[in-house]
Every structure is written in C-alpha cells, then in structure tokens.
C-alpha cells in the first residue's frame, strides 16, 4: 500500500505518520511517501513511471482521494488516478460535502495551503468534491457503481471494464435522523405550499 502526503504535515501532527507505522509494525506493509506539494506529483511520477510507448499500464486496485478537497487539484488527481486505476478498480473520495467555509467556521482561514480569501463566495461555499464527483466522475464514461454515503462522508465509483453497460445506480445511505430530517423539511414545504394555495 501506498500513502501521499504532505512534507510539512510530518511536523504538524504529533505522532506523525511514520512514527505510527512503526509503533504499529506496519511500515513493511505500508509505502509513506512525503510530497512538498501534494500527491498530483506523485500520480506524475507513477504515470510517468509506469508508460510505454505513450500507453500507461494502470497498477492500482484501489485509490482514496482524500486532499485539499479542491476543484482544480483533486478535479486533476481523477483524471491522473484513472490512467493508473486497473479496470474493476474503485476509487473512493473523502469529504464529498465539505466546504471552507465549513472550515471557516471553525477558524481556520487556510486549508492545505488554500487561502480562503483568494477563493470567490462560490468556491468557498460550494461542496467541490461533490462537484467533481457529480460532474466529473459519474459523467466519465469508464465509471459505474456510484455510492454516496451519509451527508457528506465518502463517495465511491468503480471503474468498469466493460463501458458500453454502464449502469447509474446513485445509493445515498444517511443515518435515520437525517431521514426524518430530510422527510420533515419536504412534508412541511408541501403543507407550507397547499397552506397558501
């Protein structure tokens, strides 16, 4: 297994990384590779690693997705993932309903070397992993077997092998409480329009 992450972010948490491998004796399973920019440099030198003759053999069966959460960078990290993303692969990404703002919210005013005020009102408050999901993911034509899970967890696509059968199959799994949330907020717009009408 392979992980990417940030050079800085060794300093940052306590333990890091490669402390927990080693105090879990896991580091003979697991490749930690430190990037100063991100993993989009990474999945270069993997494409660039693993092409022929102008042809990139795909070599992973599984890849997680879980950055800056951003539009441009992870919008690229799909499209570099599936040259290397094996037929039958899954690839999964993470905080498909988070914002900066949410971010923001809680303080911070930079994400992963985002600066949140460099970014307009719709970049700040729009999901861009679900943009990217919806917008780029499930419209490719090599993907199928979508899942969203929760309200803003983990969304999943397979890549197919077979692409003239795709099937759109979208499964929102939320926990009861969003359920009845949801069902209260449509019951009452419905009473809310008929009250007027």
Request: aromatic letters at 14%; one cysteine or more; hydrophobic letters at 35%.
């Amino acid at each position: 297994m392979v992980s990417v992450d940030l050079e800085e972010t060794q300093r940052l948490f306590i333990p890091c990384g490669e402390d927990l491998l080693t105090k879990t004796g896991l580091g003979n399973y697991v490749k930690l590779v430190r990037e100063k920019t991100g993993y989009n440099w990474f999945l270069h030198n993997e494409i660039k690693q693993h092409s022929e003759n102008y042809q990139c053999m795909p070599i992973y069966d599984l890849c997680i997705i879980d950055g800056p959460k951003n539009w441009t960078i992870d919008g690229m990290a799909f499209f570099l993932v599936d040259k290397l993303l094996k037929p039958g692969g899954w690839i999964i990404f993470d905080d498909y309903a988070w914002t900066y703002y949410d971010n923001e919210k809680k303080g911070f005013e930079v994400t992963d070397g985002i600066t949140h005020r460099l970014l307009s009102e719709e970049e700040r408050t729009i999901p861009q992993i679900k943009e990217v999901f919806q917008l780029l993911v499930m419209q490719h034509p090599s993907y199928s077997n979508f899942r969203i899970h929760g309200e803003g967890d983990w969304a999943w696509a397979q890549k197919v092998t077979n692409p003239a059968k795709i099937n759109v199959s979208v499964e929102y799994n939320m926990r009861f409480k969003d359920l009845f949330s949801r069902i209260f907020k449509v019951t009452n717009r419905l009473f809310k329009f008929r009250k007027t009408n």
